[in-house]
T-cell receptor
């Protein structure tokens, strides 16, 4: 069973371009979470999705950022019109459920650099 | 609002020595507490978690942590560190399982001296 797969591992975008980050959860996992890690900081929660539904987006910036988890295919975190401040590592995690004993598994992250 | 404080940004320990990484949290209800480890360029791996029950929890790689409600702490310990333990360690607090809305500390960078 492969782990959580994120691609690309590294992404370079010019200011104003769009960035698309992909996350394929572990097999059997229908819950996906996105986190952002700024340099010298811990991870910050962005959004929690469960197949085709956004459950909690309390950590998502109000503009330019969106996330989806379609019925088929990976979860996508989309950043429109990127700015230098969007440069960070973006991590995805997945879990089969969300009860108290459920462990979430993290991917290796996508490191976005905006130039 | 929930928060996590890891007071030590860097810790240097000799190989074979004991280790304790500190974590203090602020949370309004019964917390779910986690310790993760991140090796350079890698994702996070769960070391251990506390949901309820015994306040001393055992994790992988020989790590353990003790939940102390009175001190709002969840310190991570290991009796004898190995060079492969060098990594970034994150403490996190949340409202449940999975990874919804976890609040992470800024991390402690562990350096192992030969």
């Amino acid at each position: 069973n492969a782990g959580v797969m994120q691609n690309p591992r590294h992404l370079v975008r010019r200011r104003g371009q769009e960035a698309r980050l992909r996350c394929s959860p572990m097999k059997g996992h229908s819950h996906v979470y996105w986190y952002r890690q700024l340099p010298e900081e811990g991870l910050k929660f962005m959004v929690y999705l469960q197949k085709e539904n956004i459950i909690d987006e309390s950590g998502m910036p109000k503009e330019r950022f969106s996330a989806e988890f379609p019925k088929e295919g990976p979860s996508i975190l989309r950043i429109q019109q990127v700015v230098r401040g969007d440069s960070a590592a973006y991590f995805c995690a997945s879990s089969p459920a969300r009860d108290g004993n459920t462990e979430a598994f993290f991917g290796q992250g996508t490191r976005l650099t905006v130039v | 609002a929930q928060s996590v404080t890891q007071p030590d940004i860097h810790i240097t320990v000799s190989e074979g020595a004991s280790l304790e990484l500190r974590c203090n949290y602020s949370y309004g209800a019964t917390p779910y507490l986690f310790w993760y480890v991140q090796s350079p360029g890698q994702g996070l791996q769960l070391l251990l978690k506390y949901f309820s029950g015994d306040t001393l929890v055992q994790g992988i790689k020989g790590f353990e942590a003790e939940f102390k409600r009175s001190q709002s702490s969840f310190n991570l310990r290991k009796p004898s560190v190995h060079w492969s333990d060098a990594a970034e360690y994150f403490c996190a607090v949340g409202a449940g399982g999975g990874a919804d809305g976890l609040t992470f500390g800024k991390g402690t960078h562990l350096i192992i001296q030969p």
